[in-house]
């Protein structure tokens, strides 16, 4: 930014600018969390990379606890974008959930974040932290969890899978292999693991559709 | 350690002495890299969680990697010793495969490591930092996954579960399983995510088993 941004000339054009720069911030900080923990993420780090001054990014975000905090709201925004949003388009029950979890496979596979899943990844940092990093990285799992249960839901109601079927276990299997796909992914970097889940989410709904 | 052990009094119980404390500082160490992390550990932290000096923590180790190295080492001993070496006991084959995936959960309700299994604790953290110390936990992670393997080969030529059953898929939805349940009881620190856990292999070893 120019120092023009400190006179009086086009404010809205500037504050827009500023909104930018703070997001390309946030961007750029969920992906580095996810490579070096989000207890990793230092406002001097983050300043350098980004080319700021560490008391120009101390001005964005006051401490470091709201930097982590507005980096988990970003990245839960573009897990959103990237994954929940498009899944929308299918149409609520099987199709729904498979395009859930394809969604999620394939934001791994295309490297949105480097280390993998964001969130999987704060959980099993923060785990045994309880806090409000912590905590705000739970809700979107806790959110992600419920649309999985919801679509299963409806797959039961609408009669695609057997009455008796346990939603919240079957939720708790595909979860599963979402999760060690994204883990071992991130390790080979090679499609085999998120094959795996694919097929162990086909087989397991298969197990339980009706005929 | 007493200012005896500078003399040249009673070698055999000061090596020993030496062996010991190594061995208890490297079980802390373990324990601790399961809470704040492998690369948290450092030898300034450690040297006064165990009441020594940082030299003469350093006398030990020498530097961080060495004594990462050292924890993942001492971490893969343990494992054994609780989980890996008792299921030993049970006959090859689908008995094996249980007593190996009740011995990984009951060792995460028992907290052998408070944050939970530290091999997936430190693959999750250095899971896009390649190196030695990410290597030597990827070897253990390996081994375990090969035993879960074996045991299924072992059932599948004895006959307990069909011929055409693929045993690598198979491993891989029981560690999913494993892994989840793993992540979700540090967090909840309640028993239903290794109930769902074992609910899942056994319903996904159900769904094999010759009549």
Chains 1, 2 share one sequence.
Do not use: Y
């Not at 600018?17 to 983050?46: F, K, P």
């Not at 101390?58 to 897990?79: M, N, P, W, Y």
């Not at 919240?168 to 599963?176: M, N, S, T, V, W």
């Amino acid at each position: 930014m120019s120092e023009q941004t400190t006179t009086g000339r086009a404010p809205r054009a500037r504050r827009s600018d500023g909104l930018r720069t703070r997001e390309a911030i946030l961007e750029h900080a969920a992906r580095l969390a996810t490579v070096e923990g989000i207890e990793g993420l230092s406002l001097a780090r983050l300043a350098d990379d980004v080319g700021m001054s560490k008391s120009g990014l101390f001005a964005h975000f006051g401490s470091k606890e709201e930097l982590q905090l507005a980096t988990v709201e970003t990245a839960g925004r573009i897990f959103d974008e990237v994954v929940v949003a498009p899944a929308q388009a299918a149409p609520d029950g099987l199709a729904r959930l498979t395009a859930l979890t394809d969604g999620f496979l394939q934001h791994v596979e295309d490297g949105v974040f480097p280390g993998g899943c964001f969130f999987a990844s704060v959980v099993a940092e923060l785990g045994a932290h309880p806090g409000p990093v912590r905590d705000s990285a739970l809700v979107v799992l806790a959110n992600w969890e419920g649309l999985l249960v919801q679509a299963l839901e409806r797959a039961r109601t609408a009669g695609e899978i057997s009455s008796d079927a346990d939603v919240h276990q079957l939720a708790f299997e595909i979860g599963g292999s979402l999760l060690l796909a994204n883990v071992q992914f991130v390790v080979m970097a090679a499609p085999l693991p998120l094959e795996r889940a694919r097929r162990a989410i086909t087989s397991r709904l298969d197990s339980v559709r009706t005929p």
